[in-house]
């Protein structure tokens, strides 16, 4: 049985596992997995802030979207849990109307748009169409608070595959440290 406090394994998080992310190690995603089982940590004031903002930013980046691409979008309300592995969740940002795709936003600062859709950003859309079975994934991003660019991002089953695996690893191993 999983401890309640177990939250899963989100898309973000998976350029994590996968040793590409440039912002956290695996060690400190463990370790903030831990504290939030053990402790059932709070969300501190800053991180309200920060989420706040983000949630905000989003907001408009989602607006640009819908004018720039023509594309209608309807606002997910939950977390969505994949059926066959209870420990990948997403939270997308959007939906597209008529299609069976998502829209992630993101909140660039970096070298240019040719950047945007690094690896950790591959592995999230991967990840997210994984969990919620849609077949494409749209990118909007504001890159350096002022340029904005959405990219498709298509399925790929042989990089969801290896994302399965790896998390499968991750999972088992946090499972193993608090032996839930």
Known sequence: MVNENFEGIYGNEIGIILGVNKNKSMKELHLEKFEKMCKNKEESYKEKEI???SDTIKEIICKEFTIRSGKKVRKELKIATDEEY???????????????????CIIYSGNGPEDVIDYNVLFECQHDMRVTKTDKCYVAC??????????????????????????????????????I
Do not use: A
């Open 51 to 53: 989420n706040y903002w």
């Open 86 to 104: 209870s420990f990948m969740h997403c939270k997308v940002d959007r939906r597209i109307v008529g299609e069976n795709s998502i829209l992630i």
């Open 142 to 179: 504001l890159i350096n608070d002022k340029e904005f660019e959405f990219k498709e991002v298509l399925r790929d089953e042989k990089i969801i595959y290896k994302i399965i695996n790896e998390e499968k690893k991750f999972y088992c191993y946090v499972k193993d440290q608090l032996q």
